[in-house]
C-alpha cells in the first residue's frame, strides 16, 4: 500500500519554461514532507521541505505547494534548466519518511 | 560538508552467499538508515538505528540484519544472499530532532546476485 504516489514516471520540460512535479499522500499522519532530486550513480540530495502548517515553501527557484484538503504537493522549478533533469523523490514523515517512486525530469535545451 | 561513504559501487554475489554493505557517516549523526531503491518502487526502508546498537526494522527487513557497532558505522547484512535482492542500495543518515529527517545519502551499491 503505497502511502506517498508520485503518479507520473517522467516529465520532459523545456529549458526556461516551469516544471511541475507533483505528488499525492494517503496518511493525515504526516507531518513533514520533503523533496529530494537524484543524479544518476549518486545517492538522493535534500532539496526542499515543507510543514504541515504550511501552504508554500519557496528556495530560489524552487516552491513546495501543499494542499491538505487535497492531501496534495507540488514542486514547481521556475525556470527550468538542463542541470535540473534528475529523478524526483517526494517524501513524506510520519515516524519515518515514506517515499514516492519518482519522477524523471528531463530539461531540453 | 556531511559524507556519507559506502563500501562500494558495484558489487557482484552469487546465490545464497553472506554479504556484508558498510556505511560510514562523518558528521557524528544519530539516525542512520538502509534502503533499497526498485524501479517504480522508490525507496524502501530496510532497517534503520536510531542510536548505537539499537536497530528498528523498517518496511521491508525479511533477509536482512543491521549491526551498529559505532556511531558512524552502519553495516546492512544479506545472511543468504537470493536474486530478488538484486537492487541498489542506499545508506543515509540524518541527526536526531525535527530537522533530522533531512536524510544525507550515500552515492549507493549496486549489488546483482546471479
Known amino acids: 500500500d503505497q502511502q506517498v504516489k508520485q503518479n507520473s514516471p517522467s516529465l520532459s520540460v523545456q529549458e526556461g519554461r516551469i516544471s511541475i512535479l507533483n505528488c499525492d499522500y494517503t496518511n493525515s499522519m504526516f507531518d513533514y514532507f520533503l523533496w529530494y532530486k537524484k543524479y544518476p550513480a549518486e545517492g538522493p540530495t535534500f532539496l526542499i521541505s515543507i510543514s504541515s502548517i504550511k501552504d508554500k515553501n519557496e528556495d530560489g527557484r524552487f516552491t513546495v505547494f501543499l494542499n491538505k484538503s487535497a492531501k496534495h504537493l507540488s514542486l514547481h522549478i521556475v525556470p527550468s534548466q538542463p542541470g535540473d533533469s534528475a529523478v524526483y523523490f517526494c517524501a513524506a514523515r510520519w515516524n519515518k519518511l515514506v517515499f514516492g517512486a519518482g519522477t524523471i525530469l528531463r530539461v531540453k535545451s | 560538508d556531511v559524507k556519507v561513504t559506502q563500501s562500494s559501487r558495484y558489487l557482484v554475489k552469487r546465490t545464497g552467499e553472506k554479504v556484508f554493505l558498510e556505511c560510514v557517516q562523518d558528521?557524528?549523526?544519530?539516525?542512520m538508515f538502509w534502503y533499497r531503491q526498485d524501479p517504480g518502487l522508490g525507496l524502501r526502508l530496510i532497517y534503520f538505528?536510531?542510536?548505537?546498537?539499537?536497530?528498528e526494522k523498517g518496511d521491508i527487513p525479511e533477509g536482512y540484519s543491521v549491526s551498529r557497532e559505532k556511531k558512524e558505522r552502519f553495516s546492512l547484512i544479506l545472511e543468504s544472499a537470493s536474486t530478488n535482492q538484486t537492487s541498489m542500495y542506499l545508506c543515509?543518515?540524518?541527526?536526531?530532532?525535527?530537522?533530522?529527517?533531512?536524510?544525507?545519502f550515500g552515492p549507493g551499491t549496486r549489488l546483482t546476485v546471479t
Open positions: 538505528s536510531y542510536d548505537v546498537k539499537m536497530k
Open positions: 558528521m557524528d549523526h544519530e539516525n
Open positions: 543515509a543518515s540524518s541527526t536526531a530532532g525535527t530537522r533530522g529527517f533531512e536524510q544525507y
